[in-house]
């Protein structure tokens, strides 16, 4: 599978279900470059998620979102919620170990960790 551009208007809807890898970059930047054939192979061997690509320079409100200070920066959802977010470049074999433990989660344990985080910030 091919990467997807996100944007404002289609990110949310994107990551709503299922495993889908976000590279935040801009054309402008040197490890973004470097970054960017690791990101597509990892796309082509794993065509049951998605993978997304934000041009910062272009959709610098959702960067702005998400505080994006660095570029690359990656970030992992599932099922809509953020799992993993970090600045620089990954090697293949460590994006290759992300996305396993991506899929290997159990999202029943994460819904209830974050349900019982935020039962007790509320008391």
Request: proline residues 4%; negative net charge.
């Amino acid at each position: 599978m091919a990467t997807t551009d996100l944007t404002l208007e289609n990110f949310e809807s994107t990551i709503a279900e299922g495993v889908v890898l976000v590279d935040f970059w801009a054309a402008w930047c040197g490890p973004c470059r470097l970054f960017a054939p690791i990101f597509e192979r990892a796309s082509k061997q794993n065509t049951d998620i998605v993978f997304g690509k934000v041009d910062t320079e272009a959709q610098q409100e959702l960067a702005a979102q998400f505080g994006i200070t660095s570029i690359p920066t990656l970030m992992v959802f599932r099922d809509g919620i953020l799992l993993f977010a970090q600045p620089g470049l990954l090697r293949p074999a460590q994006l290759k170990q992300l996305i396993q433990g991506a899929k290997d989660l159990d999202m029943d344990e994460v819904r209830e960790e974050i349900a019982r985080r935020s039962a007790a910030q509320s008391c």
